[in-house]
């Protein structure tokens, strides 16, 4: 009787030590991809020192004397914190959410490559000002550069979320800016499915048959 309580003893403790270094384990390599607000980086694709100064609620203020400058900042900050959800609204765009999450998300794959929302992003760049193509590129540096910092200091996976989902993180293009804005505009067309009818409606009644 005592072997066996001694034995029972011996595995509740193995149990619990396991499921500690577990614990562990999991806290620092998702820790690891939190960002440190207050660290001194050094990054390339800006002409001079961009300085990203958060307030007590963490909401960033960037610095910086150009105009070009301060879009890296504001994608390098974004990407600090939000890069899973840039991901996945990237992802939502270009039909592509099922690689991650299977089945699930098979219709809306569908319906966002029907309504092609990524190409017509990618044909929306060439169409842009210089001064709206600086800020993209400049946009997509500071996202890519936050990106590249993760993956050269071996900072987690840039977000916690990935170790859920794994999935590889490509580099950010100033068509995927635009893509995320179309695809908002779509989410925000909840009456979309009413003017399609009535739009067909007037088609079949004619100028006569719709009311003014």
């Given amino acids: 009787m005592f072997t066996l309580f001694r034995w029972l003893l011996r595995i509740s403790i193995a149990l619990v030590v396991v499921a500690v270094i577990s614990v562990i384990g999991v806290y620092y390599f998702l820790s ?16 001079g020192t961009v300085e990203i ?4 609620y963490a909401v960033p203020n960037i610095f910086a004397e150009t105009d070009a400058d301060v879009f890296f900042g504001l994608g390098f900050a974004q990407a600090q914190d939000r890069l899973w959800q840039m991901t996945v609204l990237r992802r939502t765009a270009q039909g592509r959410l099922s690689e991650v ?5 098979l219709r809306t794959d569908e319906l966002m490559r029907r309504l092609d929302l990524y ?9 842009q000002d210089d001064d709206t193509r600086l800020a993209l590129e400049a946009y997509a540096r500071g996202v890519n550069a936050w ?10 996976r840039g977000a916690p979320e ?18 995320i804005i179309k695809l908002m505009a779509v989410q925000m067309s909840g009456q979309m499915e009413n003017e399609v ?10 100028p006569e048959g719709v009311p003014t």
């Avoid at 690891?32 to 002409?47: C, K, T, W």
């Avoid at 999450?101 to 998300?105: D, K, L, Q, S």
């Avoid at 990106?147 to 987690?156: E, F, P, R, T, Y």
């Avoid at 009818?197 to 004619?206: E, K, N, P, T």
């Fill in 197 to 206: 009818r009535r739009a067909r409606l007037s088609a079949l009644l004619g």
């Fill in 147 to 156: 990106i590249n910092q993760v993956n050269d200091d071996a900072l987690g």
């Fill in 53 to 56: 100064v958060r307030n007590t």
């Fill in 119 to 127: 190409g017509l992003a990618q044909s929306s760049v060439a169409a």
């Fill in 162 to 179: 990935f170790f859920l989902f794994p999935s590889e993180v490509s580099l950010w293009q100033p068509a995927d800016s635009i893509a």
């Fill in 101 to 105: 999450f299977g089945e699930a998300t």
């Fill in 32 to 47: 690891r991809s939190l960002p440190e607000y207050s660290a001194n980086l050094s990054v390339r694709g800006i002409d």
